[in-house]
């Protein structure tokens, strides 16, 4: 009989939504790491074979109930958590853990926006653990990952956020595309809205529908903006992310909502800095930018990007190109930047790259679980 390997223990806080189902699923195909601790504020608490039945006789017997959120307890088998909570709940759970001495990866929004006040503008409610908000690395793993291997606590980020700063940071970087410019119209499948029943995500009503929302005010939108400051506007740095920077206000972005499980695409489009920049430019940006990253594929030469190219994968396709739909004043061109960007909005929007920081922060390989 071969000899069982030991694999490091992480749990899971609240895996009773879909990214908490789609950790489960990359877990147990992981070769180093084994839940170890599934937690639940419900009373009674869910056996999560019975929440989901897909599960049945894929986990051991004594890892299919979900046991209360006690620190010390999963401390006691723990190295690493993934919070999948709500963003209050989590910012409520996070000084225990890492008080425990456990590392966090938090899937909500509570530690995304470096700013307190912009948090609250976004989400509608006072952040509580400002003191680790302050030290919290916010985890676009691409940027930041040295960042995160040291980490103790990362915020994962959010699904339209990862896609739109994969594809305009190396854009913005080289000097090809004006900050100021940036429109991003965005469309995911109803899994990322989560599980709670709303009226808009009945069958009924969502359906052979597609429907716009949160038109210029939805709460990723400040997110985009502080990851293209950050990585995309000179000088880059964790530090320097303060609202204003000039030529770089949070881009408008309009997401929609399709009549599909899971995906996400992207179409941005930006004014380029000099009328003759070629599309040759932009793909040269991007295949420089990803070209030893495991997960990014820029789709040089192939403009047909399609959700079915991303889904169940760790992974975010990319191109862009220049397009002259009109002659303008005078007879002019207006060229304009169109950029689309790929993803899966539960795995490399969520739960995919949860794990990609988790292997760093746990000395692991990046790719170990995701390929």
């Known amino acids: 009989m071969a000899e069982r390997v030991s694999k490091v223990g992480v749990g899971i806080v609240g895996p009773t939504g879909y990214t908490g189902l789609e950790l489960i699923e990359l877990i147990m195909r992981h070769p180093a790491i084994e839940i170890a601790y599934l937690a639940s504020a419900r009373t009674p608490a869910p056996a999560i074979d019975e929440e989901f039945p897909r599960l049945k006789g894929r986990l051991p017997r004594e890892r299919v109930g979900c046991e209360a959120i006690d620190s010390g307890r999963i401390a006691e088998r723990c190295k690493l958590v993934f919070l999948c909570l709500p963003h209050e709940a989590a910012m409520e759970q996070t000084p225990g853990l890492l008080a425990a001495g456990v590392k ?15 948090y609250e ?20 793993t691409e940027f930041a990952r040295e960042r995160v291997r040291g980490a103790r606590l990362v915020a994962n980020p959010g699904c339209y956020p990862t896609a739109a700063a994969i594809a305009l940071v190396p854009l913005l970087r080289a000097g090809l595309i ?10 995911s499948g109803v899994s990322g809205a989560g599980r709670s029943p709303k009226a808009n995500l009945h069958f009924p009503e969502a359906n052979e529908n597609y ?27 964790e530090d320097l992310i303060a609202p204003g920077i ?20 992207e179409t941005i489009y930006a004014l380029p800095v000099s009328d003759g920049l070629k599309t040759s430019q932009l793909q040269e940006a991007l295949c420089e930018a990803y070209r030893d990253e495991p997960f990014v594929v820029v789709r040089d030469g192939d403009p047909t990007i399609t959700l079915r190219d991303v889904q169940r994968t760790n992974r975010v396709h990319v191109n862009a190109r220049i397009v002259c739909p009109r002659a303008g004043r005078a007879g002019r061109e207006e060229p304009r930047v169109v950029v689309i960007a790929a993803e899966d909005n539960l795995v490399k929007g969520a739960s ?20």
């Open 104 to 118: 966090v990866v938090d899937l909500s929004a509570a530690y995304r926006l470096r700013e307190a006040e912009t």
């Open 121 to 140: 503008s976004a989400y509608g409610h006072a952040h509580t653990d400002v003191e680790n908000l302050a030290g919290a690395v916010y985890g676009l």
């Open 178 to 187: 004006r900050a100021n410019s940036i429109v991003i119209n965005a469309a």
């Open 211 to 237: 429907s716009p929302y949160g038109i210029g005010t939805h709460r990723h939108q400040p997110e985009i903006g502080q990851s293209l400051r950050r990585w995309g506007i000179p000088p880059f740095g």
């Open 246 to 265: 000039e030529g770089c206000d949070d881009p408008l972005f309009v997401p929609h909502l399709l009549p599909i499980e899971r995906g996400i695409l």
């Open 352 to 371: 995919g790259q949860a794990v990609q920081n988790a292997n760093l922060m746990l000395g692991l390989e990046e790719s170990l679980g995701l390929v």
